[in-house]
């Protein structure tokens, strides 16, 4: 095995993702600049029904040429790679790069997104959740440890954040890495999401994407600020992803919202996937709240009573509520 025969085998894993990623070597990875065929196949036919799964169109999100570079396969070989953490990170830096830009060729672009989406989706799911309050609450060393341990040791980036950076979409429909969110770094997501609702198709990719439920508050929270900041480019996204949302996930939404409503009685500090899955549904309230009649414009959204009830008990339409 080598670094292709790795990326080939997670390319087959994101088809139909179960469990984690498989891992491999990453030995040879020259071999990575010109793959061999059936190694372009299952790139191009995971990018194909990517694009069919999120409603991008045929062909997808209006190009007629739709091609694929090499970024979304460094990723593959990068997240198979994981275990060498140093020629993964190398990788994925190297896919980084090769993101296509205003000057590449149009071909490259919105197909060459799909497919980093198509392999970076699935991982970030699929692989453990970074966590902050690890490094947020860890006790401080003594004077006599720092002294020795000399200055701070920053922590890499976790993987995941690695590749969220590396794929514009799912930083999107995903979240965006957390050192950006943390700066407030976000302007390329929401310029990134401007332009979908530009393109054909590109405004039910958003629909689609955006409208699930998701284990990590810092999606559900991302999601909720990204449509309130395009509500003034398209004032019917956020009732059209709302609707989506009950009409497709509505269930689980259910579930969720049933959990979320028990453990935000239980005292003590919030909890926070409870606070974000409530928060999901703040820009909806805002619209009810501006005068929207939600009964008459979207008669399909009926179920949403439990989710903007919660919104309006715990506040969480005020900025920084809770």
């Avoid at 629909?207 to 991302?222: E, K, M, N, Y």
Wanted: proline residues 9%.
């Amino acid at each position: 095995m080598n670094a292709e025969t790795t990326a080939l085998r997670v390319l087959a894993w994101a088809a139909e993702p179960k469990g984690q990623p498989p891992q491999g070597p990453l030995w040879d990875v020259t071999a990575l600049r010109d793959p061999a065929e059936p190694v372009r196949t299952a790139l191009a036919e995971l990018a194909r029904t990517t694009a069919a799964r999120l409603g991008a169109g045929r062909p997808p999100l209006g190009e007629q040429d739709p091609g694929v570079g090499l970024g979304a396969l460094l990723l593959a070989a990068a997240l198979g790679g994981r275990g060498q953490q140093d020629p993964a990170r190398r990788l994925a830096e190297a896919a980084e790069q090769r993101f296509p830009t205003p000057n590449t060729p149009k071909k490259a672009r919105w197909y060459d997104v799909l497919a980093r989406h198509a392999v970076v989706a699935p991982a970030v799911v699929a692989l453990p959740m970074p966590s902050d309050a690890r490094s947020r609450h860890a006790s401080a060393p003594a004077v006599g440890d720092a002294q020795l341990l000399g200055a701070p040791h920053e922590e890499p980036e976790p993987l995941t954040d690695t590749l969220l950076r590396c794929s514009p979409l799912t930083a999107v429909l995903h979240r965006p890495c957390r050192s950006r969110i943390r700066a407030g770094a976000t302007a390329a997501e929401r310029g990134t999401a401007t332009l979908l609702l530009r393109h054909p198709r590109g405004r039910e990719l958003l629909i689609t994407g955006l409208c699930r439920w998701s284990p990590d508050p810092a999606v559900l929270t991302w999601r909720a600020e990204l449509l309130t900041l395009l509500d003034e480019h398209d004032p019917e996204l956020i009732l059209d992803v709302c609707t989506a949302a009950r009409l497709r996930h509505g269930d689980h939404w259910n579930e969720q919202l049933r959990r979320a409503a028990r453990d935000l009685m239980l005292e003590g500090p919030a909890d926070g996937s409870a606070l974000a899955t409530a928060r999901f549904w703040a820009p909806l309230a805002t619209k009810q709240r501006n005068g929207t009649d939600l009964a008459r414009v979207r008669p399909l959204l009926a179920g949403h009573e439990q989710a903007l009830r919660l919104v309006h008990t715990y506040g969480l339409t005020r900025a920084g509520a809770r």
